[in-house]
């Protein structure tokens, strides 16, 4: 089989254990959460029947939660030596999503430090050029138009407010 | 009643609302006609925008982007067999091989024809049922709408029975994540893990925003979709004397129309279980069904007509229980409630003009769609060849910043990235993602009338099987869960023995 085969894309394994491993991550969730509900859901001021209750619907779900990860439990310990890991063709991780959700953390961060401007500008550009992208075009044109629009967008037309940027400070402006 | 219609009309007509419309199905059509986006992500992006707006006019930008999408998403099925949206998968079956043999503008007429005629006949089945199931509904109390959203879970997980246990898995999750926040009913935070911010609660725009605005974006920039620099098409505009040639099939156009209507009323069932039944309907009432799958325009037809007929359906619960079918249906819902309108069988009542403003626009929206693609069809379908990262990227950008304009809060943008991630991970599985949407959704009303039931009864669950309604959804929920089951057992006992 040729690289440029085994790259293709190809659709999730069912039988892979990446599936039975997140089921039973969620089930373990739930009954951590099922177990320590006291330190999650006070209780109420008034006596309440257990019916009309905060706890009554959450322990209802998360016993589903529980129940319902119990086949993938199952299956992870019978076959877990089996070595079916494989999940796709795409591979794990994948850079380009990987890398932009970095970046969308520093977006985020972006807007309370260096203000929405720059932080649309700097996260568009530095994308493009992540993603394999070397023309002025699209690494600087698109993302100074985007940015103007966005601008534009939400300052003036929905004058939406956006926090001072906390560098302004910093520097004393 | 001629008042009311009157004064809808009126309301429908107006500029602003003609230009939300307008605007709606123009953007459905292009996030349709972009693989991997489709209106759901349309819907979300717009979202945050439409709260600000009067009920009336944000319905129609978001209807717009319903219907319009659904016109979209049959383009790069036709000419690149590459649906842009899931349920455009069936019309590609024919429309790619009438492309390949030279007849793209015979497959997108069709496509576009049915597209507009399965919108036009839902808003019809819904003016005519919605009033008669409202009635109905006048009936019910809280166990039976208890029983009614179990019913749509039950739905979606049976529609996705070969991922059963994950289906249920992620129902429950989404229920769960519903209860994060104040109670409403005891005033108990619940879930909170100390965080102020998460004692509001968690809503749906960021959460469906970063589920499928960011989550898809994430997919998008992995699978960097098909682009083409190529399209088969010479014209501008449709060609006109392709429009009169597929009006031959009326019959299955108001067939499909009809079945995509119904399909969509069902909870959690969705657009293409509505192209599938109406493809296959049309393949086994034609006197040609041998063409099917070698290039018909009876098959694109079918297929858009069934898959358009969907939004108008899902309206039916909507408007008349309160319940949303379906995860778009879910975000109307929203907006609703966002301006103090809370659907149920009394909306009919009081809010007669909304409800035929709504009934018009959808009219209008299908006719803007479709006059829209067919002056414009050859610029419309040239967005195909936008690259995928670049959509991905601005998708992005604009789903936080929009999340943020809503209430001014950082940390909704943090929910949406969070919410993006999980939403990578299970689309990137393939887990069935609607009933984690439909339990976020659903999981108040089923709470809330839980525990009115329950308070009715003194803590008594035989509440619900000793009303006549509510033991009766009880039994269709048994046996919708247990029909599919047999069937599947009797075909396996058939393919193995």
Not at chain 1, 69 to 84: E, K
Not at chain 2, 293 to 309: D, F, H, K
Not at chain 2, 459 to 482: H, K, N, Q
């Amino acid at each position: 089989m040729g690289n440029n085969e085994k790259r293709a894309p190809q659709g999730p394994n069912p039988d892979s254990h990446i599936h039975d491993l997140l089921s039973t991550v969620l089930g373990v969730f739930a009954a951590t959460l099922l177990v320590t509900l006291k330190l999650h859901i006070d209780e109420p001021a008034a006596d309440y029947p257990f019916y009309k209750g905060p706890k009554i619907f959450p322990i209802l779900v998360l016993a589903v939660m529980v129940i319902s990860s119990l086949p993938s439990l199952y299956r992870l310990i019978r076959t877990f030596g089996s070595g079916r890991w494989w999940l796709d063709g795409y591979g794990w991780p994948n850079k380009p999503a990987v890398v932009t959700l970095m970046l969308v953390l520093f977006f985020l961060f972006g807007i309370t430090w260096i203000g929405v401007e720059a932080s649309v500008l700097a996260f568009m550009s530095l994308s493009f050029l992540v993603l394999g992208y070397r023309r002025v075009g699209v690494n600087l044109l698109y993302p100074l138009l985007y940015t103007i629009i966005i601008v534009v967008l939400f300052k003036y037309a929905l004058e939406i407010w956006f926090p001072e940027p906390l560098m302004f400070g910093l520097f004393g402006v | 009643m001629w008042e009311t219609i009157s004064q809808a009309l009126a309301a429908t007509m107006t500029v602003m609302n003609l230009v939300a419309l307008s605007a709606g199905g123009i953007m459905g059509i292009i996030v349709g006609i972009i693989p991997g986006i489709g209106p759901m992500v349309g819907m979300v992006i717009i979202l945050p925008f439409t709260y600000s707006l009067p009920p009336n006019l944000a319905l129609s930008v978001l209807l717009g982007i319903f219907c319009g999408g659904y016109f979209g998403g049959g383009i790069p099925a036709i000419l690149l067999r590459t649906p842009g949206v899931p349920s455009s998968m069936i019309t590609s079956l024919d429309g790619y091989p009438l492309t390949q043999q030279g007849e793209a503008q015979l497959a997108l007429s069709a496509a576009i024809v049915g597209s507009f005629s399965g919108g036009i006949i839902s808003v019809i089945l819904l003016m005519l049922m919605a009033p008669a199931l409202s009635k109905v509904a006048t009936s019910f109390s809280s166990p039976e709408y208890c029983m009614i959203a179990v019913f749509g879970l039950v739905v979606v997980l049976v529609m996705n029975r070969k991922q059963i246990a994950r289906g249920a898995l992620l129902t429950a999750l989404g229920l769960w994540f519903s209860t994060v926040g104040i109670d409403s009913g005891t005033l108990v935070p619940r879930f909170d893990f100390g965080s102020v911010e998460m004692q509001n609660g968690l809503n749906v725009a960021p959460m469906c925003l970063g589920f499928f605005g960011i989550g898809q974006s994430l997919l998008l920039l992995e699978r960097k979709v098909l682009q083409t620099e190529s399209l088969a098409l010479t014209r501008r505009a449709l060609d006109f004397s392709k429009i009169f040639a597929v009006l031959k099939y009326r019959m299955t156009l108001l067939k499909s129309g009809v079945i995509g209507t119904m399909i969509g009323l069902i909870p959690g069932t969705g657009s293409i279980t509505a192209s599938f039944f109406s493809y296959y309907e049309a393949r086994r009432s034609s006197k040609n069904p041998e063409l099917f799958g070698q290039g018909t325009p009876e098959g694109c037809l079918a297929s858009e007509a069934g898959n358009n007929a969907v939004p108008a359906g899902a309206m039916i619960p909507l408007l008349t229980l309160g319940i949303p079918g379906d995860p778009i249906a879910a975000l109307l819902l929203g907006i609703f409630t966002v301006n103090g309108i809370f659907p149920g069988p009394l909306l009919l009542v009081k809010e007669p003009v909304l409800i035929y403003t709504i009934y018009f626009s959808l009219i209008l929206i299908n006719i803007v769609a479709f006059v829209t693609l067919a002056l414009f069809l050859r610029p419309f379908a040239t967005i195909i060849r936008l690259p995928s990262a670049i959509i991905a990227i601005s998708v992005m950008v604009i789903s936080l910043l929009g999340i943020y304009a809503m209430n001014l809060n950082i940390f909704e943008m943090g929910v949406a990235i969070a919410m993006g991630i999980v939403g990578y991970i299970f689309l990137r599985l393939e887990w069935p993602i609607v009933p984690w949407v439909l339990g976020f959704v659903l999981g108040p009303i089923i709470e809330q009338r839980l525990r009115e039931s329950l308070s009715i009864s003194r803590g008594d669950p035989m509440i619900f099987a000793t009303r006549p309604i509510s033991l009766s959804l009880v039994i269709a929920c048994i046996l919708i869960v247990i029909i599919p089951m047999v069937i599947d057992w009797k075909k396996n006992k058939v393919a193995k023995g």
